[in-house]
């Protein structure tokens, strides 16, 4: 078998848990099969990065154009993906930012895969012609789950497949590492429930120019608004009631921390609302430890999709508190879909009671093996696909 290199071009792997989860195991499963192949990414963290996935590393920004395009043309295969790159719920940008990134890849590469692709929402004209654009580029299109599958399907004559987020295959530190550290942390690890609950600020939906990494610089407290504070009022009471219920313990595990985004400041927020003493906020950045510290819950709240997917890997129940089409998704892959609640129905209506319910609903219902078992030989079955594809 010939050296193979492919260009995995992501989402943020440098500041989000998720994405940085999805580069190492897109990384690591590739080499599984090819243990020669070099994998290239785009990271300001070279050697974090290198040592994390054992990837080469090309720089983040203009500067890094350059080398982006000599590592295209120089590359067997180019991977879009995984991760939620083709949606304009955050800005009318992105889709034609992605669009015209993937455009110069196949300009220097004749082959160009979507992996596991988040697409959706697409709700501008605008949006969905450039993400025809995109996937006319690609050899073949695969999209993370069944509601990515029905956005992007009316937008290509290809056939799109629905392979897994590669994130369910990241490999966990042992489980005594991870109680260990939880302990070393102050984490009660006494046979009270542990709840987690990773939560993002909340907007309500609407068409935006201005990226949000953008708009936070001009904004005097980023991610403190009106309505990040009428969620985290409602996520208080929800968890003060699972709390004095269960007598259970609240874990708060924020994944992107940057200030544009804030999750910790989210997460903090709520705790401080709460009635309940019992609350801990721990910042993670290694994704092994984060899936390896999900084993220890009863039960997740995700207000994020990447935590919601190491603990379902882990076989945690989970409750989605969903601010896009995704979670439908991955929960209609585990079957699970009555486990989702809208974020922006759970603020109007002020659903506390519906979801408290949930989330005691589904303490001691853990996820089936088998079924996390079969998503995870898609993606197996998918790489060994794509390895023989480039020869």
Not at 12 to 36: F, K, Q, T, W, Y
Not at 153 to 163: E, F, N, W
Not at 344 to 349: G, I, L, P, Q
């Amino acid at each position: 078998m010939r050296h193979h290199q492919i260009l995995i071009l992501a989402g943020d792997a440098d500041g989000n848990l998720g994405d940085h989860a999805i580069v190492r195991s897109m990384c690591r499963a590739l080499r599984a099969n090819d243990p020669d192949l070099t994998p290239v990414v785009v990271s300001a963290r070279p050697e974090a990065m290198t040592a994390a996935t054992g990837a080469e590393v090309i720089p983040r920004g203009p500067w890094g154009l350059p080398a982006l395009i000599r590592a295209a043309r120089r590359s067997d295969a180019v991977l879009v993906g995984g991760g939620g790159l083709f949606q304009d719920d955050d800005s009318l940008i992105k889709m034609p930012y992605w669009a015209l990134r993937v455009a110069l890849a196949r300009l220097c590469c004749p082959r160009v895969f979507g992996y596991a692709l988040g697409v959706g929402p697409l709700r501008a004209g605008v949006s969905r012609g450039f993400a025809r654009l995109a996937f006319g580029c690609m050899r073949e299109v695969t999209v993370r789950d069944p509601e990515a599958q029905r956005t992007a399907q009316p937008l290509t004559r290809k056939t799109v497949r629905v392979v897994p987020d590669p994130a369910l295959l990241l490999e966990p530190v042992p489980a005594e590492t991870a109680a260990a550290w939880l302990r070393e942390h102050g984490v009660p690890l006494d046979g009270r429930p542990l709840v987690g609950v990773a939560l993002r600020r909340w907007f309500p939906p609407r068409h935006r120019i201005v990226p949000n990494r953008i708009s936070a610089r001009f904004r005097r407290r980023p991610g403190d608004d009106s309505g990040s504070e009428r969620l985290t009022d409602l996520v208080a009471r929800v968890l003060d009631r699972v709390a004095d219920s269960r007598g259970a313990h609240v874990l708060f595990l924020p994944t992107y921390t940057l200030s544009h985004e804030g999750d910790d400041r989210i997460c903090r927020s709520v705790g401080a609302k709460m009635s309940s003493p019992a609350w801990t906020v721990l910042s993670i950045d290694d994704p092994a430890l984060y899936k390896g510290v999900t084993g220890h819950l009863a039960v997740l709240l995700g207000g994020r999709m990447h935590p919601a997917i190491f603990a379902s890997a882990m076989g945690i129940p989970c409750v989605g508190l969903a601010y896009n089409p995704k979670f439908n998704g991955f929960f209609e892959l585990l079957g699970r879909r009555e486990h989702v609640l809208d974020v922006d129905s759970f603020v109007r209506e002020e659903r506390v009671d519906d979801l408290g319910a949930r989330l005691e609903g589904a303490i001691g219902h853990p996820m089936e093996r088998d079924r996390i078992d079969a998503l995870g030989g898609r993606i197996r079955a998918f790489n060994r696909e794509l390895l023989e594809a480039i020869g």
